[in-house]
């Protein structure tokens, strides 16, 4: 159980265009969800928080009108990011919490390449 | 505001070898403490935590981790490794609350040489 997948796994797209990255909890209901970017060799940066019908909390610094989340449903949150530049190019993740607090799922991750 | 320390940003080790990859915590509250694991190009999975109780944890693929707080440490064994291990391993903790947020340590990298 507590399974999270993330779609696509990889994604190369030009600068300038959005991609959109989906999070889904198969087996259980998520009511926060949660997306990480991480660097290469780095440890995860949390982005933001998304609670279901509500808007995300974005992280300090990090900029909520190219990161767009959306938590549509208890099973499924998205992150798409709009006018991508090389820059935004990295390893994103998100993790999904069912009703015991303290525990996260995390997805297998999603690798963008901005070109 | 609470932090996790992870010393060690590598450790090598060799194969049927022990391993004790480090960390330390601050928190002026309660907290959970997590080790998870990351292998190459994939998310993160779990292998123990310590929620309260006995202060030695059992996880998954043969790994242990010992609360200490007097110490403000949550340090992961192993008495001996596999090239499988091959890993970022990563400590974290949470606040007892329904809306905190896990806060990472900056990742070990475990290399295993045959």
């Known amino acids: 159980g507590a399974v999270v997948s993330q779609h696509p796994s990889r994604v190369i797209c030009k600068s300038g265009t959005s991609v959109k990255i989906e999070c889904r909890s198969l087996?259980?209901?998520?009511?926060?969800m949660f997306w990480y970017r991480q660097f290469p060799k780095k440890s995860l940066m949390l982005m933001a928080t998304s609670n279901e019908g509500s808007k995300a909390t974005y992280e300090q610094g990090v900029e909520k009108d190219k990161f767009l989340i959306n938590h549509a449903s208890l099973t499924l949150s998205t992150l798409t990011v709009t006018s991508a530049h090389p820059e935004d190019s990295s390893f994103y993740i998100c993790?999904?919490?069912?009703?015991?607090?303290?525990?996260?799922?995390f997805g297998p991750g999603t690798r963008l390449t901005v070109t | 505001a609470q932090s996790v320390t992870q010393l060690d940003s590598q450790v090598p080790v060799f194969e049927e070898a022990p391993v004790e990859l480090r960390c330390n915590y601050s928190s002026s509250v309660s907290v959970y403490l997590f080790w998870y694991v990351q292998y190459p190009n994939q998310g993160l999975q779990l292998l123990l935590k310590?929620?309260?109780?006995?202060?030695l944890v059992k996880g998954i693929n043969g790994f242990e981790a010992e609360f200490n707080k007097s110490q403000t440490s949550f340090h992961l064994r192993k008495p001996s490794v596999h090239i499988s291990d091959t890993a970022e391993y990563f400590c974290a903790v949470t606040l007892y609350s329904s809306a905190s947020k896990i806060i990472f340590g900056s990742g070990t990298r475990l290399s295993i040489r045959p």
């Open positions: 087996d259980f209901q998520a009511t926060t």
């Open positions: 993790s999904a919490r069912g009703q015991i607090a303290y525990e996260q799922y």
């Open positions: 310590y929620l309260s109780g006995s202060t």
